[in-house]
């Protein structure tokens, strides 16, 4: 039966903390607006589509054996309930529910699966980060688990085999399909957004499709998964997604109410599908619970050695890590470190909650997990990740290990992740990896250009590194002291890799340095500072010019140089200055100074840290760091309380831009980091620093945008345009229950296409059904080549 597949896959897993261990980092209500415009800005450059719709199926989803096929209702008139078009999404979606759920005694539409309004399951249902799908679909035993849970919970999401989000009118669809017989020619000059005239409906349009990536970001973090299925409905018309970590693919839009068979064959399929077919992670498992104890137990202990706590902060401070009753058992394939693809073997890990969640859908998706080795009981580190297909980091890090180089993390394990377990010795390939796929779809003929570029995805390739070392990251110092000489320890594995290995990092920041207690240390003295996550390393020429080109890296923390010249090679002065302003950073929040209006220090993080603007088509910024490397403009304006951090900061600060009276002495001071290293190597064995000033300044959150309602529950009045006859010749159709609007959607020229989408015009295009499903092989040719992911 359909249903069993639930067993083989891991739903609900628990999401990371924030500092205080008190909710769901990264999902604050009072952020979600501003999230989800962000979910829109970064997913709009990796939309592929429109693909035919039976090609989408076939592609994605295997035929149906005969015996299951005598599961499955007729899809005759399936859907004559569900109206065309309406004034909320409500009179769209509770009809549509009825219809999904219709069965007999023999036959169903999706055997084993359950189609419920998530929408209603929430104490405020109509606000932005309290909302849910409209519908969403389980399984059985899934939609009995979600009943169970309080309405707080965000356990929909956990359960959701796939989801359906309703708008009320077809004008609302954030896409725009071209003409079915369209050439080469027009296709490469369509774009595929759709245009609004009325900035109301825009505004409307752009937060539904943000809404509908907000929840599909959520379900891959709250889920195990390789991918995810949705389906984006406007009016009766319907759009089939596929999610993985390269983007979106996604079909033309078809009536369900004309071609009901369409949708009828994809749900039937997908209900009878594996749960590696629904897009699951099958390398997850659930614990038993003599492992949920164990892990328990081991990390417990690890936590009290790394933090030196008792009782109650000790059993707080374990949440971080565990959550009661989710417990998984994670497979790695390890890889033999002189093999890039040879399977050596499969270790078993023990993860409960992570201490990063994925919080966008394109990109690495990197979860990172104190874990606990099932045979040893040794906690090590587990990180998570989908990475570009390049050398694999387990790989960078064996070598720095194999060279010497201090304070970077041991690695124990690490090998891409398969679809199955791989037997040992086997020669694999990238046919056996779970890979992204969206990527196949950007070279095919019916690929429109999207808000006017081209659209070109990269591979993403699932990959699991374990590392001997944990530890808490650097904001959790505890003064002056343990900053200065965890960054201090930092400086020496940066200097150590460019010396051994002609590498530099690239990606120095507050969440890429951990504080590790080393067995024999005192509870006293300062945790040693690890540099990990070297992903984004690079060897540099003879001129120590980085090979890899690409701007990387966290842009709070990147140099002046590569905040304005995007295109310049990333050298180890770059990584030095990276690393001064994440000591800037720390101190400016955790250490004692005068700035104590929390609006003042969000206004200092904020224009000096964060801002940027987009300048020739490129993002820019660092017009304060710019300004405060020549002025101190920023930086004079703190005092500080401890005078040796002040006397640090201005040595560093004079090192980099050196005063004018200073300027011709000092010149090779940050050229030469030998100068640096000395400097700071004497300071610390000079000075005395505070051990215990760690404070937590208040910075002022940003202000909440006034969210409107649900735009489900807000009737919908199109504006009223002009009858025109559609291009391919047939007349408009009138919706139900909505004003006469035009049919039409003619395309425009991609060049003359404005930059932002507020300043674009609506274009609609024809609805004639024909030529939906295809004759020939599914379009599932993958590419040989790939393209590496830019981190911007």
Not at 29 to 57: E, W
Not at 278 to 285: Q, W
Not at 482 to 511: C, P
Not at 729 to 755: Q, W
Request: proline content about 6%.
């Amino acid at each position: 039966m359909p249903s069993s597949h639930a067993h083989d896959c891991v739903y609900d897993v628990p999401m990371a903390l924030d500092p205080k261990l008190l909710h769901t980092r990264g999902l604050d209500p009072d952020g979600a607006s501003l999230r989800m415009r962000g979910h829109l800005q970064d997913t709009v450059n990796y939309i592929v589509g429109p693909m035919l719709v039976q090609d989408f199926i076939d592609s994605f989803m295997p035929s149906l054996p005969l015996e299951e096929r005598k599961k499955i209702m007729s899809s005759r008139a399936a859907f004559t309930g569900v109206p065309s078009s309406c004034a909320t999404a409500a009179e769209i979606f509770e009809p549509m529910i009825a219809a999904l759920n219709r069965s007999t005694k023999h036959k169903s539409r999706a055997p084993g699966l359950v189609f419920e309004n998530a929408s209603a399951r929430s104490e405020y249902p109509h606000s932005l980060g309290f909302m849910k799908p409209h519908i969403c679909c389980y399984t059985s035993e899934g939609a009995a688990s979600v009943r169970r849970s309080p309405l707080s919970s965000r356990a929909d999401l956990g359960y959701a085999e796939l989801f359906i989000e309703v708008k009320p009118d077809m004008s609302l669809d954030y896409f725009v399909d071209p003409p079915l017989d369209a050439d080469a020619e027009e296709i490469a000059s369509h774009d595929f957004l759709a245009q609004h005239e009325d900035q109301r409906t825009k505004l409307r349009v752009d937060r539904s499709f943000g809404q509908h990536i907000a929840y599909v970001t959520e379900i891959f973090a709250r889920q195990q998964r390789v991918c995810l299925y949705s389906v984006s409905m406007s009016g009766s018309h319907a759009r089939l997604c596929r999610w993985d970590r390269s983007g979106l693919v996604i079909t033309r839009s078809f009536d369900i109410r004309r071609y009901p068979e369409l949708l009828c064959e994809f749900l039937a399929r997908f209900a009878c599908a594996s749960s590696s077919v629904r897009g699951h992670d099958s390398t997850v498992n659930r614990a038993t619970s003599e492992e949920e104890a164990a892990f328990l137990d081991a990390v417990t202990k690890c936590v009290q050695r790394q933090l030196c706590v008792e009782g109650e902060e000790l059993v707080k401070a374990v949440q971080e890590h565990y959550a009661a009753g989710h417990v998984s058992v994670v497979q790695v394939h390890s890889a033999d470190l002189g093999k890039a693809r040879h399977a050596t073997g499969i270790e078993r890990y023990l993860i409960s909650r992570p201490v990063t969640s994925p919080l966008s859908v394109v990109g690495r998706g990197t979860r990172g997990y104190w874990a606990v080795q099932a045979d040893t009981g040794r906690v090590v580190f587990l990180k998570d990740t989908w990475r570009a297909p390049v050398e694999q980091e387990g790989c960078v890090i064996a070598r720095l290990n194999t060279l010497g180089v201090r304070n970077v993390p041991v690695v124990l394990a690490h090998g891409d992740v398969y679809f199955e377990a791989p037997a040992v010795d086997k020669a694999l390939s990238l046919k056996d990896v779970q890979i992204s796929r969206t990527d196949c779809y950007d070279p095919k003929p019916w690929a429109c250009p999207v808000n006017g570029k081209r659209i070109s995805v990269s591979t993403h390739i699932h990959y699991r590194l374990v590392l001997g070392t944990v530890g808490y990251e650097l904001q959790r110092f505890r003064g002056t002291d343990e900053l200065l000489r965890a960054t201090f320890d930092v400086f020496q594995a940066m200097r150590d890799t460019l010396a051994k290995d002609s590498r530099i990092h690239r990606d120095i920041s507050t969440g890429n340095i951990i504080l590790v207690r080393e067995d024999g240390s005192s509870e006293g003295s300062a945790r040693r500072g690890y540099l990990v996550d070297w992903e984004s390393s690079s060897r540099v020429d003879e001129q120590g010019l980085s090979i890899d080109r690409d701007r990387t890296g966290t842009w709070r923390f990147m140099s002046i140089k590569l905040i304005n010249e995007p295109d310049e090679p990333h050298t180890f002065q770059d990584d030095m200055e990276a690393l001064f302003y994440v000591v800037l950073y720390c101190s400016l929040v955790h250490l004692q100074h005068d700035m104590d209006d929390p609006q003042d220090l969000r206004t200092f993080i904020q224009l000096f840290f964060d801002s940027s603007m987009f300048r020739f088509g490129r993002l820019e910024g660092g017009d304060s760091k710019r300004a405060n490397a020549i002025m101190r403009t920023w930086t004079d304006r703190v005092k500080w309380n401890n005078a040796d951090l002040k006397a640090w900061l201005d040595t560093v600060m004079d090192y980099h831009r050196p005063p004018m009276h200073l300027r011709a002495a000092w010149s090779d001071r940050w050229s030469n980091p030998d100068y640096l290293d000395s400097f700071w190597r004497s300071f610390l064995e000079e000075r005395s620093l505070a051990k215990d000033d760690w404070v937590e300044n208040k910075i002022a959150k940003p202000r909440r945008s006034r969210d409107s309602p649900d735009t489900s529950l807000v009737p919908f009045k199109p504006p009223a345009r002009p009858e025109v006859d559609r291009a391919d010749g047939a007349k408009p159709v009138k919706p139900s229950a909505t004003p006469k609007s035009s049919r039409r959607r003619p395309r425009h020229d991609a060049d003359s296409t404005p930059s932002r989408r507020s300043e674009r015009l609506r274009l609609r295009a024809g609805q004639s059904m024909p030529g939906l499903v295809a004759s020939g092989q599914p379009d599932d040719v993958r590419r040989t080549s790939s393209k590496r992911l830019r981190v911007r």
